[in-house]
T-cell receptor
Framework: QKEVEQNSGPLSVPEGAIASLNCTYS??????FFWYRQYSGKSPELIMS????GDKEDGRFTAQLNKASQYVSLLIRDSQPSDSATYLC?????????FGTGTLLAVQP | DGGITQSPKYLFRKEGQNVTLSCEQN?????MYWYRQDPGQGLRLIYY???????QKGDIAEGYSVSREKKESFPLTVTSAQKNPTAFYLC??????????????FGPGTRLTVL
């Protein structure tokens, strides 16, 4: 079992819709959870951090964490073509930052 | 303007050559990291350093070496012992090396190609 798992996609959504990106992790002791956005050919950019159960909102982005289910998600409201990118989920487990392989999001105009 | 810089942006290496990738940060971060990214794979940790003059191997350190003589700088050398060095190399830094709130920020990356 991979330590951090994401569906590779592509996830295709129409412009203006809500995009839902999901991530599961294997280490129950994981404490911190991050979402990075990576445009093609560029480096990852940190967009959300979440540390406790529940929702955390920042503009059009909402991160959701459920430690009991070992599940973290990212919702993007009012999706724009500029949101088209690969979204990387990352988890701190045993003092290391472990990355998933990413989900490719394509927002169709 | 605070940030992380990496140079060069593109690097071509002949087989058998050692090459050094530069990483500099002016964020006053204690910890610095080197990752490698290959198509279809997640980022893999090569080396990290939590303090000057100290560094630890990550998951794929073989064929690589690093130094941390200054807080701001963490260069990575890709040696001829690295059998498959063609990849996208990413440097990152964080304010602290351990702990639950270890947000890491990335430089723009160096794309290395072996000819």
């Amino acid at each position: 079992q991979k330590e951090v798992e994401q569906n590779s996609g592509p996830l295709s959504v129409p412009e203006g819709a809500i995009a839902s990106l999901n991530c599961t992790y294997s280490d129950r002791g994981s404490q911190s959870f991050f979402w990075y956005r990576q445009y093609s050919g560029k480096s990852p950019e940190l967009i959300m951090s979440i540390y406790s159960n529940g929702d955390k909102e920042d503009g059009r982005f909402t991160a959701q964490l459920n430690k009991a289910s070992q599940y973290v998600s990212l919702l993007i409201r009012d999706s724009q073509p500029s949101d088209s990118a690969t979204y990387l989920c990352a988890v701190i487990a045993q003092n290391k930052l472990i990355f998933g392989t990413g989900t490719l999001l394509a927002v169709q105009p | 303007d605070g940030g992380i810089t990496q140079s060069p942006k593109y690097l071509f290496r002949k087989e058998g050559q050692n090459v050094t990738l530069s990483c500099e940060q002016n964020l006053n971060h204690d910890a610095m990291y080197w990752y490698r990214q290959d198509p279809g794979q997640g980022l893999r940790l090569i080396y990290y350093s939590q303090i000057v003059n100290d560094f630890q191997k990550g998951d794929i350190a073989e064929g690589y070496s690093v130094s941390r003589e200054k807080k701001e700088s963490f260069p990575l050398t890709v040696t001829s012992a690295q059998k498959n060095p063609t990849a996208f190399y990413l440097c990152a830094s964080s304010s602290q090396g351990q702990g639950a709130y270890n947000e890491q920020f990335f430089g723009p990356g160096t794309r290395l190609t072996v000819l």
